[in-house]
């Protein structure tokens, strides 16, 4: 085959099924063929490639240890040579620039091209989602997020998880014969939620077998992390959205989720659910799943007003109120798009706005989800003063890295607010908290 290609001579070293056999070597999915094609080039396998077509291959080559497993994709089953151990998916070998790709072993696949400041997933691979999720973390020293698909609750693939800085709460755990008592770093409301649906059909899913596209990248320098899905639902309607988020390193108690949605090759309604969730529990660590994981009891979901909802939660033993507000706007181009919201509510800590929007065709629509946490004390009979600095509104993105801070390019605001944190002043620290909001985005 290969003299009938004229590429003999292009190949140092060739071994084939006839030198398996003669050297007495295991066929694929062993990796013994591929181990001696390494062993005659003088090639340690972590520094070699493998190129495959076929699953059992691959799997050889990732038995093997090779240090970059690519896989040929003919057939349009990306997903399957992947789930069989390609670290990189091609569909013609022009695609592949060994001198700029750089998949990173143990990152799940992820890979960084040609800027280290990078890290890149193609494909939604559920086996890795959770190492995917926990890589791809946004922080800015107040609170963290995990990189969660926003459609997405926790189950056996994803674990939305947020976390802001000092919250502790004490659980006991009452196992039968003795109870135990420990501490944990509180999972608090889900901030990420923001739902959607074209016309009749059910809400999107990352795993749904309408996906077409899935790529993610997350952009260390500039701390935002980019996501572009694109789905094609049974009547062939095609929709592509593209969701950007950040934690403001500026206002550390403030979040974007701007995600545009737009209609390939139809036009029609999209339903669309903005979304906090207190209904959240710490259940991501396997040795703890016998143990208490619910750490926050809801006290108040409520409308502050048309765009913007509120999520009051309290931890159950060290008190800590948590308080988070969501703003939500439509916008087509730099127009504000007029919405009519429906109020969801659920007692046990949950609050949503849903609205319906109508996609046209070359027309996207852009969704920009602002958030807003505080927390207090339950006890604290003096006021804690909270800096605030400017934030950015969601279309400064772009701009965002390398220091966009220093240029003046984000809007002022108030530079602090008082909030009281005496017992029962949590109602007080909401509006407080909306006041905030409204002061920097109106």
Not at 70 to 79: I, W, Y
Not at 279 to 295: E, I, S
Not at 347 to 358: N, R, S
Not at 389 to 395: I, K, M, N, R
Request: charged letters at 20%.
């Amino acid at each position: 085959m290969l003299a009938a290609a004229a590429v003999t001579d292009l190949s140092d070293v060739c071994v084939d099924g006839t030198d398996a056999i003669r050297l007495g070597l295991a066929g694929k999915p062993d990796p013994a063929i591929f181990l001696e094609a390494a062993r005659q080039l003088r090639v340690a396998p972590a520094r070699a490639v493998v190129v495959e077509d076929a699953e059992a291959g691959l799997q050889a080559a990732a038995r093997g240890g090779f240090g970059l497993v690519v896989g040929m994709d003919r057939a349009g089953v990306g997903e399957r040579l992947r789930a069989a151990g390609a670290d990189l998916v091609v569909s013609d070998l022009s695609e592949l620039d060994l001198s700029l790709t750089r998949v990173l072993p143990g990152w799940a696949g992820g890979e960084s091209g040609s800027d280290p400041w990078l890290l890149r997933y193609d494909g939604f691979d559920p086996a890795t989602e959770g190492l995917r999720e926990a890589l791809c973390t946004l922080g800015n020293g107040y609170w963290g997020t995990r990189g969660a698909a926003p459609e997405a609750d926790a189950d056996a693939v994803h674990y939305p998880g947020t976390y802001l800085a000092g919250v502790y709460n004490r659980v006991r755990t009452d196992l039968g014969t003795h109870s135990v008592e420990d501490e944990h770093m509180v999972n608090v409301p889900n901030w990420l939620p923001l739902l959607f649906k074209v016309a009749d059909n059910d809400w999107f899913h990352p795993s749904s077998p309408q996906l077409v596209t899935y790529q993610q990248e997350l952009d260390l320098r500039r701390a935002v992390l980019t996501r572009v899905i694109r789905f094609r639902d049974d009547a062939g309607r095609t929709t592509r959205v593209t969701s950007r988020r950040f934690l403001s390193q500026t206002a550390p108690h403030v979040a974007v989720l701007d995600s545009t949605f737009e209609a390939e090759d139809w036009s029609g309604p999209m339903t669309v659910r903005s979304a906090l969730d207190g209904r959240v529990a710490n259940r991501n660590v396997a040795a703890d799943q016998l143990l208490t994981g619910t750490h926050l009891t809801p006290r108040r979901a409520a409308e502050i007003d048309g765009e913007t909802v509120l999520l009051e939660m309290e931890t159950t033993q060290s008190g800590i109120h948590i308080a988070m507000a969501s703003r939500t706007r439509a916008l087509r181009g730099s127009r504000q798009l007029a919405l009519s919201r429906r109020l969801l509510t659920d007692d046990t800590g949950w609050v949503a706005h849903e609205f319906e929007l109508q996609l046209e065709q070359g027309h996207p629509v852009r969704v920009e989800k602002v958030v807003f946490v505080g927390q207090a004390p339950r006890v604290q009979h003096r006021p804690v003063r909270t800096g605030h600095g400017p934030h950015p509104a969601a279309s400064t993105l772009p701009a965002q890295g390398q220091g966009p801070w220093s240029r003046g390019q984000w809007r002022s605001a108030a530079p602090s607010k008082t909030w009281p944190t005496a017992t029962g002043s949590m109602v007080s620290v909401g509006e407080k908290a909306m006041t905030l909001v409204k002061l920097v985005y109106r």
